[in-house]
C-alpha cells in the first residue's frame, strides 16, 4: 500500500504536541511576521511518527540489506562509530574554544594525521576537505601552487586516464588547468605511448585512480609514475579505491606525490544523504609547506615520566594555499574513522582489503560464464561486467539493475566507467558473507537467463517496490517535490 501524504492524514482538531503555559508576559506578534492561511496538518505525535517510520522503511539502506554500488564502497558503517562520535566531550564541542580546553580533540586528530601518513607512505597530511571531491580540487591546487613557487608556470596540463573517476577532469578544469584524456590498454592500463606523447614541459601532472574504475591495479603503475616525473611532472592519486590497498601497498612508497581519502569508502563514516563528509589529502615532502592552513602539531613535548601529555595546537605551513574548509574540517567524520581504525588496528585494516579483493574476486569468478567481463583479469576490489549480450539485444544494463530490485538488491553501478558499453560495476565489499555473495550472484545468473527466456521480465521491472520504473528524463525534466508518493508509479 502506498503511504498517504501527511495531509490526507489530518484531522480537524488533533494535536500532537502543547506548548506549557506561558510563565511571562505575553507579547504582541507583529502583523507582518504572522501568516493568517498556513494550512498545517492537524496531527497526533504518533501519526507522524508512524508516517515518517514507514517512509523510511520504504528505502534500501546498507542496513537493510546488500548494496553492491561499484566505485562508491558502500560497506557497512559500524555503530560504535556513532557512539564514540556523539560522546558528549566530541560532540559538544565548539571549533572557536582556546587550544588548552580541547586537547583530548586535537589530539585525536593529530593521530588520524599521523596514521593517514603511515598508510599513505607519505610526509604531511591536511584532514580539512570536506569531501572526496574537495580533496581532489585541494590536491591540483597544491600542484599549481607547487609550480607557481618554481616558476614553472608553462606547467598547466593534467592527464585524466579514461578509467579515471568522473570528478577528476572536472577538479582539473575547476583548477585552471587544462585536460588532456588519456587511453587505456587492452588490458586496462595507462597506455604507455599515449602517455609518452603527453610528457613534455607543460605537464603539471597526471591524475591516476589506482585501482582504477575497471577495478583493476594498472601493471606499469611505477612506469607511469617515473615517466611523468622524469618530465617534470607530479602524479595525483585517486585514493577513493584504498579499500583494495589497506596494509598491501602504499601509494607514497610508488612514488604518488598526493592522494586524497575518502573516509566514508575507506574507514567506514557515513556516505551519501547529503550530510558531511571527509576528504584528508596526503602529500609527498615538497608539498608539506604548500598543505591548506591549519594543521594539527604538538606545541610543546610531553613527559612520559611526569605523566605530562604533549600540547597539541594549530599551525600553518609557510607557503600555504590557505583555508579549504571552514574551521577544521568536519570533526565528527574524523571520530568516526579514528575509532574504526583503532578497532582494526594494523592488521585488520589489513584483512579489510585482503577480504573485500577476495570477495571481489569470488564473483567474477561465478559471474564470468554469465556476463562479458572485457577486461577479465584478476580484480581489485570491483569490477566491471557488460548488462548486454548479442543474442538479447533488446535487454540493457539498467533493465538488470531494475530486475535486481525484484530480489531483493540494490543494483550495482551503471554505465560507468564509459569505456565499457552496458557497464555493470560491482564492489561487493569486506563485509558481505558468502551466503550473501552466494544469492546475489545466484540472483544475477537467474536474471541472465531471464533476459533469453522472459525478456519482458526485465522490461517490467521492478515489480513488487513500492514505487515502479521511473520515467527518468521526465522526472529530471519536470520536478514534482510534495505529491505522493503513488503518483510516481510507472
Excluded at 49 to 74: A, E
Excluded at 262 to 270: A, C, V
Excluded at 348 to 359: D, H, P, Q, T
Excluded at 419 to 447: G, N, W, Y
Aim: hydrophobic letters at 40%.
Amino acid at each position: 500500500m502506498l503511504e498517504p501524504l501527511l495531509c490526507d492524514l489530518s484531522v480537524p482538531g488533533r494535536v500532537g504536541f502543547r506548548f506549557p503555559e506561558p510563565d511571562v508576559p505575553l507579547a504582541e506578534i507583529p502583523e507582518n511576521l504572522v501568516r493568517q492561511n498556513l494550512p498545517l496538518p492537524e496531527l497526533y505525535e504518533v501519526d507522524v511518527v508512524r508516517h515518517f517510520t514507514r517512509l523510511s522503511q520504504l528505502n534500501h539502506s546498507i542496513d537493510t540489506g546488500f548494496y553492491p554500488l561499484g566505485s562508491c564502497t558502500m560497506k557497512y558503517n559500524p555503530k560504535l562509530n556513532e557512539e564514540t562520535a556523539r560522546l558528549p566531550g566530541f560532540a559538544h564541542l565548539h571549533p572557536m574554544q582556546p587550544i588548552e580546553t580541547v586537547q583530548g580533540s586535537l589530539a585525536l586528530m593529530y593521530e588520524l594525521q599521523e596514521w593517514l601518513k603511515e598508510i599513505g607512505g607519505f610526509a604531511g597530511v591536511t584532514l580539512q576537505p570536506a569531501a572526496g571531491a574537495q580533496g581532489e580540487l585541494t590536491g591540483i591546487l597544491l600542484i599549481r601552487a607547487y609550480f607557481e613557487a618554481r616558476g614553472e608556470t608553462q606547467r598547466v596540463k593534467i592527464l585524466v586516464p579514461d578509467s579515471a573517476h568522473g570528478t577528476n577532469p572536472a577538479t582539473s578544469a575547476m583548477s585552471g588547468m587544462h585536460v588532456i584524456e588519456l587511453k587505456s590498454d587492452d588490458r586496462g592500463n595507462v597506455d604507455l605511448q599515449a602517455l609518452k606523447a603527453e610528457c613534455d614541459e607543460t605537464l603539471a601532472g597526471l591524475m591516476l585512480t589506482n585501482p582504477n574504475t575497471l577495478g583493476l591495479f594498472d601493471e606499469n603503475v611505477e612506469e607511469v609514475i617515473r615517466m611523468v616525473h622524469e618530465a617534470g611532472g607530479l602524479v595525483y592519486g585517486d585514493g577513493a579505491n584504498m579499500n583494495a590497498l589497506l596494509g598491501i601497498v602504499r601509494p607514497g612508497d610508488l612514488g604518488f606525490d598526493v592522494l586524497h581519502y575518502n573516509l566514508h569508502k575507506t574507514f567506514s563514516t557515513p556516505h551519501g544523504g547529503g550530510g558531511p563528509g571527509s576528504g584528508p589529502v596526503g602529500v609527498a615532502a615538497h608539498l608539506v609547506d604548500f598543505l591548506p592552513a591549519p594543521v594539527v602539531t604538538i606545541l610543546e613535548a610531553g613527559d612520559e615520566g611526569m605523566e605530562l601529555p604533549p600540547l597539541y595546537g594549530l599551525e600553518s605551513p609557510p607557503k600555504s594555499i590557505g583555508r579549504v574548509k571552514s574551521f577544521h574540517g568536519h570533526f565528527g567524520m574524523m571520530v568516526r574513522a579514528y575509532t574504526y581504525m583503532r578497532v582494526y588496528g594494523k592488521e585488520g585494516l589489513r584483512k579489510v582489503s585482503e577480504y573485500a579483493v577476495l570477495n571481489a574476486n569470488y564473483l567474477l569468478a561465478r559471474l564470468r560464464a554469465h556476463y562479458h567481463v572485457p577486461y577479465d583479469r584478476v580484480c581489485m576490489h570491483e569490477f566491471v561486467a557488460e548488462g548486454r549480450w548479442p543474442d538479447a539485444p533488446d535487454i540493457h544494463a539498467l533493465d538488470i539493475s531494475k530486475r535486481l530490485m525484484d530480489y531483493g538488491f540494490h543494483p550495482p553501478t551503471n554505465y560507468f566507467p564509459l569505456i565499457v558499453h552496458e557497464s555493470l560495476m560491482i564492489e561487493p565489499t569486506e563485509t558481505e558473507s558468502k551466503q550473501v555473495l552466494d544469492e546475489f550472484a545466484e540472483a544475477m545468473i537467474k536474471i541472465a537467463s531471464e533476459a533469453h527466456s522472459e525478456p519482458e521480465l526485465l522490461k517490467n521491472a521492478p515489480q513488487i517496490t513500492p514505487v515502479g520504473r521511473l520515467d527518468e528524463v521526465k522526472a529530471a525534466k519536470e520536478l514534482v517535490l510534495c505529491c505522493a508518493v503513488g503518483a510516481y508509479n510507472r
